[in-house]
């Protein structure tokens, strides 16, 4: 029997489920994933990630003034580009530049709606003559992932005894859904180790394209040991999502995990896609039931250690969206005292930290 408290991550096969014989072994490694480990890699995906890969770099080798153009304070939906050494996780500098993306959405806020309406609306994209090309590849990408997040989705209410349509209810229809993303660089440092400190991801489903051969990615295992997650070619590196976790009383696992920078040589490069709820539902009404059979699953793992991560913690108070909003405005203090005035004033009565963090 394998040990609950993991010392690597598993690899799921995904082409397992093209066969009704090998499928129940997929449904069975997904089950023990989720429950034991919280991450997994899944290979033979359907999405091609190729062409994505390609522009990386040139994303990044862009004029400053063109990323500047696209700076994240310009947008009320908190994408866009944040420069180096941007961000804060516990108190500590992020050494990584970035851009954030989503799918394609239009901002359905209008005044008295809740704030955090405006949480999603479009993407920020560099000018098309600079990188021809980059936005549609992108923009493809996006959707290529986004229909295999739901497919995983209904997967995973399955593996838990809940059926296919066992999260339905926690996603809106797709006019009123987003999913986030970012490109991600992580450059070479002797002097800054975090290239993002410890935390969690606050939806369900995070999809992780290793896109450079930079190990870095690190997981915490039950008793708080910290676990390599090595790039495997053509494979996504998938994680649960706080607001899962919650929702299933903590059967499926959220778990803690960080990003080292590279010490030396060429940057690594990443793009996380995080899978989003409704945001309007309230997890704390709507806690799922499991069998007996699985909830002792969960009771065979043990706890959870202490981690090194606490962030995300008013799911049981808050909609989904404010839950987020919150996590954004505290990472970013520059775009809320911009777009979210009241609110930050709330968050930092005394103006814009020396080091913001919403973790």
């Not at 290793?210 to 494979?235: E, F, K, M, R, Y």
């Not at 009404?285 to 008013?314: C, H, M, W, Y």
């Amino acid at each position: 029997m394998t040990s609950p408290n993991f010392t690597s991550v598993p690899v799921l096969d995904y082409s397992l489920l093209s066969d009704p014989q090998t499928r129940a072994h997929f449904i069975e490694q997904l089950r023990h994933a989720l429950i034991n480990v919280g991450f997994l890699y899944l290979s033979n995906h359907p999405v091609p990630t190729a062409d994505l890969v390609s522009y990386i770099p040139k994303l990044f080798e862009l004029p400053q003034q063109a990323k500047d153009d696209i700076k994240m304070s310009n947008s009320p939906h908190f994408l866009g580009y944040s420069k180096l050494g941007a961000e804060f996780t516990r108190g500590q500098v992020d050494h990584r530049e970035q851009i954030d993306f989503a799918t394609v959405h239009t901002c359905r806020w209008k005044e008295g709606d809740p704030d955090y309406y405006r949480l999603w609306g479009p993407s920020q994209w560099p000018d098309e003559r600079l990188i021809p090309g980059f936005e549609q590849v992108t923009t493809q990408y996006l959707e290529g992932v986004q229909a295999l997040s739901y497919q995983l989705a209904s997967l995973i209410g399955e593996a838990l005894g809940l059926g296919p349509d066992g999260l339905s209810r926690f996603y809106d229809s797709e006019e009123l859904m987003q999913h986030r993303a970012k490109i991600v660089k992580y450059p070479s440092s002797e002097t800054y180790n975090q290239g993002v400190g410890p935390h969690y991801d606050a939806g369900f489903l995070t999809f992780l394209l290793q896109a450079s051969p930079h190990t870095g990615l690190q997981v915490q295992n039950l008793t708080g040991d910290w676990i390599d997650v090595p790039p495997i070619l053509d494979t996504f590196v998938v994680n649960i999502g706080k607001a899962l976790e919650f929702v299933t009383q903590g059967l499926a696992r959220a778990t803690s995990h960080r990003v080292l920078s590279p010490t030396a040589g060429s940057p690594r490069y990443s793009v996380p896609f995080f899978q989003n709820i409704s945001l309007n539902i309230k997890l704390a009404d709507n806690v799922l039931e499991f069998p007996q059979e699985i909830r002792a699953l969960r009771d065979a793992r043990g706890n959870v250690g202490k981690t090194d991560s606490v962030n995300f913690t008013e799911f049981d108070r808050e909609p989904s969206g404010r839950v987020n909003l919150i996590g954004r405005v505290k990472s970013h203090p520059d775009v809320a005292e911009r777009h979210y005035p009241q609110l930050f004033k709330e968050l930092f009565p005394d103006g814009i930290p020396g080091q913001a963090s919403a973790y």
